[in-house]
Structures are given as C-alpha cells and as structure tokens.
C-alpha cells in the first residue's frame, strides 16, 4: 500500500526556518504537495509540484518564503520553510496524487489520494 510519511516539524522562534520532508513508499506519484491547518481553521493549500517539468505553486501567503522540491529518485517531497511567522503556526500535511493532475485542480484538497498523518509546526518566542 502506498503510504506518505512526515517529518521535520517543531518548536522555531519568529524569523527562523525549518525543512519539512515526506518519505512516499509504495508508489510513485504524478504530483506532490503540503497543506496545511491552523488551530480553528480549515485545512489550505501550502505549495505543489509536478513530477513532469517540476512545475511549482505556491499559496499566496507563502510566495517568496517557502521552496518545494522533491528528490525523484528517494521519492521524497521537501518544504523549505523560511522567514517563519506565527502566522505559519500549523500541522502541515503531505499530499500524494498518483495519476495524472488537471493544473486547475492542484490547489484542491479534494486533487489528492494520499495522504499523510501530519507534522506540527509551532512558530513562537
């Protein structure tokens, strides 16, 4: 069975960084991304990345901040997370789709197959 595994998750001051990554097992997958809930609110889209091109979106509030890749050949998914505010303050969720993405789709929780059991991220002084 395929399965996507956390970590890299943890306690960081205000303007530190932190590297999240995600071991997937089982399976390759066409496309790879984070998501991520804030205490009270509902489940958002981080960053995704294709496996074809490498192609990269990123939500607006992370722009400039946060870098996804993904090492293919460990099947492996990274978050570079920099410049980390409270704001940031959340369980971040690895998210695997094995066939083919429509790109207006990638920004949808709903795009996903896999899914992963989620690392904390707590960004305070």
């Known amino acids: 069975q395929a399965q996507l595994v956390e970590s890299g998750g943890g306690l960081v001051q205000p303007g530190g960084s932190l590297r999240l990554s995600c071991v997937a097992s089982g399976r390759t997958f066409s496309t790879m991304g984070w998501f991520r809930q804030a205490p009270g609110k509902d489940r958002e889209f981080v960053a995704a990345i294709k496996s074809i091109g490498g192609t990269k979106y990123y939500t607006d509030s992370v722009k400039g901040r946060f870098t996804i890749s993904r090492d293919n050949a460990k099947n492996t998914l990274f978050l570079q997370m920099n410049s980390l505010n409270s704001e940031d303050t959340a369980v971040y969720y690895c998210?695997?789709?094995?066939?083919?993405?429509?790109?207006?789709?990638?920004?949808?929780?709903?795009?996903?197959?896999?899914w992963g059991q989620g690392t904390q991220v707590t960004v305070s002084s």
């Open positions: 998210a695997a789709r094995g066939n083919s993405i429509i790109t207006s789709y990638i920004r949808e929780e709903s795009a996903y197959d896999h």
